[in-house]
């Protein structure tokens, strides 16, 4: 069965959602993580960059994400059970809280250590206040949890996506497909 083009995102929504995925995964798995002194190794600056430029992509894609979504149409919700609803409602809030709080956790908690925010090709943004460790040391802190947070909340999403296929046999997942790929709802 054709899902009807009501029912899907369109393009640009499907590409903010999936590219953010891909970056937020990205980001995580490439993250130096540990603590201050591991994490600031020379030998570790290409890894650091890549994870900082990553994560500074990541919080800019979700401020267009959510330009976006505030004026582009969306599809009617599929119908659900009302704490399906209330669940799906809560985790994205959740997912985009996390994609807000993840960078600047990061980006504040670097430059209270006192160390600027290094991207790819060597550009630092110096800090802009005087250093405060000891709340820099919280914020990183904070960000590692944020960041194992995200990963288990994008799995639920993940995981109750695929339920919605397989199981319901709804739009669901297929709305946020793009129109080549050959997936289909089993109503």
């Not at 290409?46 to 149409?73: D, I, K, N, S, Y």
């Not at 807000?100 to 209270?112: D, E, H, R, V």
């Not at 005087?130 to 820099?136: E, L, N, Q, T």
């Amino acid at each position: 069965m054709q899902i009807p083009v009501n029912e899907r995102y369109g393009a640009m929504a499907q590409t903010f959602h999936w590219l953010t995925a891909i970056l937020v995964l990205a980001a995580f798995i490439l993250g130096p993580g540990g603590d201050e002194l591991r994490v600031y190794q020379p030998g570790r600056d290409a890894g650091r960059q890549l994870h900082e430029t990553l994560g500074l992509c990541v919080f800019v894609l979700a401020l267009l994400r959510m330009v976006w979504r505030a004026v582009a149409p969306r599809p009617q919700p599929v119908p659900v059970a009302k704490w399906m609803g209330v669940a799906a409602a809560l985790v994205q809030y959740a997912l985009y809280v996390l994609l807000f709080a993840l960078p600047l956790t990061a980006i504040a908690g670097a430059w209270l250590e006192g160390h600027p925010l290094t991207l790819l090709g060597g550009l630092q943004i110096a800090p802009p206040f005087a250093p405060s460790h000891g709340i820099g040391e919280v914020l990183a802190e904070t960000h590692g949890w944020l960041g194992d947070a995200i990963m288990w909340l994008a799995g639920l999403h993940a995981g109750a996506a695929l339920y919605h296929h397989f199981i319901a046999g709804d739009g669901v997942l297929v709305s946020m497909l793009p129109r080549w790929l050959p997936l289909r709802p089993k109503r």
